[in-house]
């Protein structure tokens, strides 16, 4: 009776063991020293792009905010005709989805390398940094040729306006 | 006579300790400047003020100026989903939050730069994680442009250069507001040390909303 109750006992903590190891964990994933500072390393590369383009964010804005407020005095001054109402719309709108791009990016971008471990193996830890790498080289060239264009649109239509 | 010269002595040295204790410097810290660019007008100066604003919080509640009548307030720019500078600045925010709670006189308003995605149901399950009250520290939201440009306004104040790089979603500041909307104090939000300094600005402030109520 005693022997068969510690048998049960026994049992049943294996049977709990067994179901609480279900989760991968980074020691069951077997990621190595070596792969995790190659890890780190791509996730640096990845911020370091995130880290320039990001301060642009407040620039781009404030770029965009000129742009309308030049189209309204422009506009009650009588002086936007379609061309140029249509090229400044434009250029605000590749503004806005540069901006979009910049803050989608980061919400879904996984920059706890931890929890990416628990549920993959190092191969595919790194392929998703390199995806997101890509994305943000991606993020970051929008960024500045939205920027580019629109200085360069305002520069124009600026002239155009005092010819 | 020895009595008397003891009497005399003893005096003389009483009147010394009080003397030397009235010329004690009684630590006083400086009153804080009023940090910005001012103006002079008809003899007049003329401080940099914060503007008029009307944003949404956690709770669905309109927060404008007058939310903080009366009181000074801590601000700084953040957004749930930042991978970097804000979490450290979130912290520091936290330390200055329970140094202050009970302080019915100061406020913390912190306003995302994302508003697309932290809506205020985001906001407010983001208040609840760090479990502080919604009265005293508001998470806001609003207009895109509005939020950049209040931004704008408040960091012109901090940073000399808005265009530098490292502009001013992206700096981690801190800063501190009087009730008369001027702008008294600010930190790098992401240097504890930084902070150490600012809180005791805060507590600063705070005597001196404390004597300008009680004069004299």
């Given at each position: 009776m005693r022997l068969s109750h510690i048998f049960s006992t026994a049992l049943f903590s294996l049977i709990l063991c067994s179901c609480q190891n279900n989760t991968p964990s980074a020691a069951q994933t077997g990621h190595t020293e070596a792969q995790k500072a190659e890890q780190e390393q791509k996730r640096s590369e990845i911020m370091a792009i995130h880290d320039a383009v990001m301060p642009q964010t407040a620039a781009l804005n404030r770029l965009s905010r000129q742009i309308k407020e030049f189209m309204q005095t422009e506009q009650e001054a009588g002086k936007l005709d379609e061309n140029r109402q249509e090229s400044l719309l434009e250029v605000l709108k590749r503004l806005g989805e540069a901006d979009e791009a910049m803050y989608d990016w980061m919400g879904k971008f996984y920059s706890n390398l931890d929890l990416l471990r628990d549920s993959m193996d190092h191969q595919q830890v790194m392929t998703y940094l390199d995806a997101e790498l890509i994305k943000i080289q991606d993020v970051d060239a929008l960024t500045k040729s939205s920027m580019e264009k629109a200085k360069m649109a305002m520069k124009r239509i600026r002239n155009q306006s005092t010819d | 006579m020895n009595t008397l010269i003891k009497r005399n002595i003893l005096l003389i040295f009483s009147a010394l300790v009080l003397i030397s204790a009235c010329q004690i410097p009684t630590n006083h810290p400086a009153p804080l400047p009023i940090i910005g660019e001012r103006d002079v007008v008809d003899g007049d100066t003329i401080y940099h003020t914060v503007p008029d604003f009307a944003f949404v919080d956690q709770d669905s509640q309109l927060v404008t100026n007058e939310t903080f009548a009366g009181k000074a307030y801590v601000v700084d720019f953040f957004f749930t989903s930042c991978p970097t500078i804000c979490p450290k600045v979130t912290k520091q925010m936290l330390r200055i939050y329970d140094k202050f709670?009970?302080?019915?006189r100061l406020l913390l308003l912190a306003h995302t730069i994302d508003p697309k995605r932290d809506t205020v149901g985001h906001l407010k399950m983001y208040a609840t994680n760090l479990g502080v009250e919604s009265s005293k520290w508001h998470f806001v939201t609003g207009e895109k442009d509005a939020l950049y440009e209040i931004a704008d306004d408040y960091f012109s104040v901090a940073i000399e250069d808005p265009d530098v790089p490292g502009g001013f979603d992206h700096s981690g500041r801190i800063i501190l507001v009087d009730p008369q909307r001027h702008v008294r104090s600010f930190c790098d939000g992401t240097d504890p040390e930084s902070v150490d300094k600012f809180l005791k600005d805060i507590q600063v402030l705070l005597d001196e909303m404390k004597n300008n109520a009680n004069p004299g």
């Amino acid at each position: 009776m005693r022997l068969s109750h510690i048998f049960s006992t026994a049992l049943f903590s294996l049977i709990l063991c067994s179901c609480q190891n279900n989760t991968p964990s980074a020691a069951q994933t077997g990621h190595t020293e070596a792969q995790k500072a190659e890890q780190e390393q791509k996730r640096s590369e990845i911020m370091a792009i995130h880290d320039a383009v990001m301060p642009q964010t407040a620039a781009l804005n404030r770029l965009s905010r000129q742009i309308k407020e030049f189209m309204q005095t422009e506009q009650e001054a009588g002086k936007l005709d379609e061309n140029r109402q249509e090229s400044l719309l434009e250029v605000l709108k590749r503004l806005g989805e540069a901006d979009e791009a910049m803050y989608d990016w980061m919400g879904k971008f996984y920059s706890n390398l931890d929890l990416l471990r628990d549920s993959m193996d190092h191969q595919q830890v790194m392929t998703y940094l390199d995806a997101e790498l890509i994305k943000i080289q991606d993020v970051d060239a929008l960024t500045k040729s939205s920027m580019e264009k629109a200085k360069m649109a305002m520069k124009r239509i600026r002239n155009q306006s005092t010819d | 006579m020895n009595t008397l010269i003891k009497r005399n002595i003893l005096l003389i040295f009483s009147a010394l300790v009080l003397i030397s204790a009235c010329q004690i410097p009684t630590n006083h810290p400086a009153p804080l400047p009023i940090i910005g660019e001012r103006d002079v007008v008809d003899g007049d100066t003329i401080y940099h003020t914060v503007p008029d604003f009307a944003f949404v919080d956690q709770d669905s509640q309109l927060v404008t100026n007058e939310t903080f009548a009366g009181k000074a307030y801590v601000v700084d720019f953040f957004f749930t989903s930042c991978p970097t500078i804000c979490p450290k600045v979130t912290k520091q925010m936290l330390r200055i939050y329970d140094k202050f709670k009970d302080e019915d006189r100061l406020l913390l308003l912190a306003h995302t730069i994302d508003p697309k995605r932290d809506t205020v149901g985001h906001l407010k399950m983001y208040a609840t994680n760090l479990g502080v009250e919604s009265s005293k520290w508001h998470f806001v939201t609003g207009e895109k442009d509005a939020l950049y440009e209040i931004a704008d306004d408040y960091f012109s104040v901090a940073i000399e250069d808005p265009d530098v790089p490292g502009g001013f979603d992206h700096s981690g500041r801190i800063i501190l507001v009087d009730p008369q909307r001027h702008v008294r104090s600010f930190c790098d939000g992401t240097d504890p040390e930084s902070v150490d300094k600012f809180l005791k600005d805060i507590q600063v402030l705070l005597d001196e909303m404390k004597n300008n109520a009680n004069p004299g």
